[in-house]
């Protein structure tokens, strides 16, 4: 069974920073692409941003300069850097990763940026 394990969101105000984790368990043999999805109430599940097995990125367009996602192999994390937030990031943010061929999504977690 394989897992994925998020934390760090919370209530934050305009202009602050939060950081993102999360971690995969259970039987991993492979972990291909790995990333980051929001989804705001009334509004369809949208990119935050992914990035490769080998490091490569890519974002939403509208959030590059200010979020930064990154990972680390060894734990099986991956995490998003989310700067100068503003009260439209208010969403849930999902993990999602490539395990073992399967795509995996975790339960999310909230942010709330308060203007």
């Known amino acids: 069974q394989v897992q994925l394990a998020e934390s760090g969101g919370g209530l934050v105000q305009a202009g602050g920073s939060l950081r993102l984790s999360c971690a995969a368990s259970?039987?991993?043999?492979?972990?291909?692409?790995m990333g980051w999805y929001r989804q705001a109430p009334g509004k369809q599940r949208e990119l935050v941003a992914t990035?490769?097995?080998?490091?490569?990125?890519n974002y939403a367009e509208s959030l590059k300069g200010r979020f930064t996602i990154s990972r680390d192999n060894a734990k099986k994390t991956v995490y998003l850097q989310m700067n100068n937030l503003k009260p439209e990031d208010t969403a849930v943010y999902y993990c999602?990763?490539?395990?073992?061929?399967?795509?995996?999504w975790g339960q999310g977690t909230q942010v709330t940026v308060s203007s």
């Open positions: 990035i490769s097995s080998g490091g490569s990125t």
């Open positions: 999602n990763a490539l395990i073992n061929f399967y795509d995996y």
């Open positions: 259970g039987s991993i043999f492979n972990i291909n692409r």
